[in-house]
Each structure stands twice: as structure tokens, then as C-alpha cells.
């Protein structure tokens, strides 16, 4: 009689059963946005990290090479492109386009070797195809999903889906935006004389390093690249803000100049904001750069130095 009545102590109704799947499920379900925020953070500290190797490995560049910045390769007649100065081998589509002027090979790209800091890696061909692509990992950002240059250039209803880091070769672009319709006292165009890409890189990186390097982007995420571009150069009004790779709306993470990096907000519509700009205002003084359309009028804010 005892055990009898010990047995039916300890049993569980079902009532009470329903009660307890009730409450383990409440707590997943508070529990697991928690749990992605989390891993989603530590993706932003990798990201981050791969930043400051960047910015890094592009102060040790600038140091060989007179601060002169490869924006474009003469040699090749290749570029301006955001994606040349290191990575991997692009996607094939990128052998064709334009005549190939976007196509760069991973021994084409001056910074891996400062990236890598070993004996730069070789893509496997199989004949005049290349079966394997050489990897350079600290391009690569752990949430880059998805290629805007895929989208945009590469229009095929059929076609997966692409990382930026697959498509071009790094998931980081290089700052392209201070450069949009530089008028050079009427005599150069960077964007029908690539050749003067040299000259104005090498301009470019001393007049920032001078001044703006602690608030100058010179590396942004696929995402933010694609807002600036569409925001500022195409002039569409339809086009807000993007949401970053880690899936914030409009929060990215982003390399300085100066060789630091940070995750933070950055209004897409404007060329500048607290703490960060996409221009050289020295352009704006001694060249007459004006964007387009009327999103230029925001860099007159209290954030942001404004043309004098």
C-alpha cells in the first residue's frame, strides 16, 4: 500500500505535462533570438577583426609604395574597379564583361600578399579553366549572403544567388564614392581616362591621411557600397537605406584609414554622418567635385565639415 500510494505521489497528470511543454517552449521561444543575436555578434567580431587585417595590410602597402594606392593597373589596362586590390579569383562572368576590365585574378591583386603574409595562393586549372579557386579568407565576411554586382550585372532569373566574396573575390569594397564626378579643371575624368586612377588615388590617400583618416571609409560591406551608389549616383528616390550583412537596417560594419574599424549606423542618403564620411572634402574645394543629385546638400550638416 505504500508503494502504491508513493507511485501515484509522483506521477504526472497530463495537465500538468502540457503545463511543463508550455513553459519550455515559452523559454525557446525567448531564448533563441537571444541565441542568434548572440552568434550574429560574433560573426560582427570577425568581420571587424578581418577589417583592422585590411587596414593594416593597406598601411604596410602605402608605406612601399609612396602612399599610392592602387586604384587602377595600368599595366593590364584593368579597373577602376572596387574590388582589385585583393581577394580571390572572381566569378567567371567577370572574364567577358566590359572585355574582362573587372576581371581580376588572385595573383593580380597587390594586397594579398601583405593579406596572406605567405607565398600568394594559386588558383587549379584544368586547362584555361580554373577548377579551383585560391581562398583568401580575411576578405571574406562570415554574413556576406548576397552579390548586388551579381543582381545588377549579371540579370538572369535562374541564377542562384551569390556571396560578394564568391562573386568578385572579397565581401569589402574599397571607397569608390569620393571619386564620382571629380571634375580636374576640365582636363581629366577618372571615369573615360582610367589611366589617371594613379594619380588620383596617390592624391587622394595623402590628402585623407592628413585630415580625415580616423572618419574616412575606405572599406564598406557590399550593402552600404550598393546604397551610397544608388542613392547618390543613380539619384533615385525610391531607394532608402539597405540593411547591413549581420541584419541590422542601416548599421555596418566598416575600416577607417587610420587602420581602426566599427559597426555602426550609417544613413546611406547622405555622403556623411557622425562619425564616418564617403567623400573627400578637399575635392570638394579644389576640384569642384558635385554629386548628384540633391543628397549632396546633406553634407552640410553639424556632423561634417562643410565646403569652404
Not at 567567371?92 to 576581371?103: A, E, M, P
Not at 583568401?136 to 549579371?154: A, E, I
Request: net charge neutral; with cysteine; charged share 20%.
Amino acid at each position: 500500500m505504500i508503494g502504491a500510494s508513493c507511485l501515484r505521489r509522483w506521477a504526472f497528470t497530463l495537465i500538468e505535462l502540457l503545463v511543463v511543454v508550455a513553459i519550455i517552449a515559452l523559454l525557446i521561444s525567448i531564448l533563441l533570438p537571444s541565441l542568434r543575436d548572440a552568434r550574429e555578434q560574433a560573426k560582427v567580431a570577425k568581420c571587424l577583426a578581418h577589417y583592422r587585417q585590411l587596414t593594416t595590410a593597406t598601411i604596410q602597402y602605402l608605406m612601399e609604395h609612396n602612399d599610392n594606392y592602387p586604384f587602377y593597373d595600368p599595366p593590364s589596362n584593368k579597373g577602376p574597379c572596387s574590388w582589385s586590390y585583393g581577394g580571390k579569383t572572381c566569378a567567371d562572368y567577370w572574364r567577358t564583361r566590359d572585355g574582362g576590365r573587372f576581371f581580376f585574378e588572385v595573383t593580380q591583386r597587390p594586397f594579398n600578399k601583405y593579406l596572406v603574409g605567405t607565398e600568394l595562393p594559386n588558383d587549379v586549372y584544368e586547362g584555361s579553366t580554373i577548377a579551383k579557386r585560391a581562398e583568401v579568407p580575411v576578405l571574406s565576411c562570415p554574413s556576406d549572403r548576397y552579390s548586388h554586382q551579381q543582381h545588377f550585372w549579371q540579370p538572369n532569373p535562374g541564377e542562384s544567388p551569390i556571396s560578394c566574396y564568391d562573386d568578385v573575390g572579397t565581401s569589402y569594397h574599397y571607397n569608390l564614392h569620393a571619386m564620382f564626378d571629380v571634375d580636374w579643371n576640365g582636363d581629366r575624368d577618372p571615369w573615360t581616362k582610367p589611366g589617371d586612377w594613379q594619380e588620383i588615388g596617390q592624391l587622394l590617400v595623402r590628402q585623407t591621411l592628413a585630415k580625415y583618416s580616423s572618419t574616412y571609409l575606405m572599406y564598406l560591406p557590399d550593402p552600404l557600397d550598393w546604397g551610397l551608389h544608388d542613392q547618390n549616383i543613380d539619384g533615385r528616390p525610391d531607394v532608402g537605406m539597405t540593411i547591413g550583412n549581420h541584419g541590422k537596417f542601416g548599421k555596418h560594419a566598416l575600416g577607417f584609414l587610420d587602420g581602426h574599424s566599427a559597426y555602426m549606423f550609417v544613413d546611406s542618403r547622405a555622403w556623411c554622418g557622425p562619425g564616418w564620411q564617403a567623400i573627400n572634402p578637399e575635392w570638394i574645394r579644389r576640384y569642384g567635385h558635385v554629386p548628384r543629385p540633391a543628397h549632396y546638400f546633406l553634407w552640410n550638416t553639424k556632423n561634417c565639415e562643410p565646403p569652404r
